[in-house]
């Protein structure tokens, strides 16, 4: 198991956009899917993407295709993920989570290991 880390949330104005981080907090993220999840107030989780390791299928839920991209930078063990034009609809907690395997099945929001999350306020 490797420790999930999520950084870069902040406040920001519909169609601004915003970059979050995803590190490992120990060990390495090169071998591993990387799953981005969302979750806002009263809501249920809501899948954003998944990216595999290796080059393996990168998939985007519908609400955010286009918009949103996700990439990985092996050399800094860092997962990223690019939100542009971003919409009111779009505000939530942010998590990274992962299941330790190596390619994503398409979207969801089951895996054993998460981060902590990190806020997407967005608001005039």
């Known amino acids: 198991q490797v420790p999930l880390v999520e950084s870069g949330g902040a406040m920001v104005r519909p169609g601004g956009s915003l970059r979050l981080a995803c590190a490992a907090g120990t060990g390495t993220l090169d071998y591993y899917l990387i799953a981005w999840v969302r979750q806002a107030p009263g809501m249920a989780r809501e899948a954003v993407a998944c990216?595999?390791?290796?080059?393996?299928?990168?998939y985007y839920g519908d609400s955010v295709k286009g918009r949103f991209i996700v990439s990985r930078d092996n050399a800094k063990n860092t997962v990223y993920l690019q939100m542009d034009n971003l919409k009111a609809e779009d505000a939530a907690v942010y998590y990274c989570?992962?299941?330790?395997?190596?390619?994503?099945?398409?979207?969801?929001?089951?895996?054993?290991?998460w981060g902590q999350g990190t806020q997407v306020p967005v608001s005039p």
């Open positions: 990216i595999s390791s290796n080059n393996g299928p990168t």
């Open positions: 989570a992962t299941d330790s395997l190596a390619n994503c099945r398409g979207l969801g929001v089951d895996y054993p290991y």
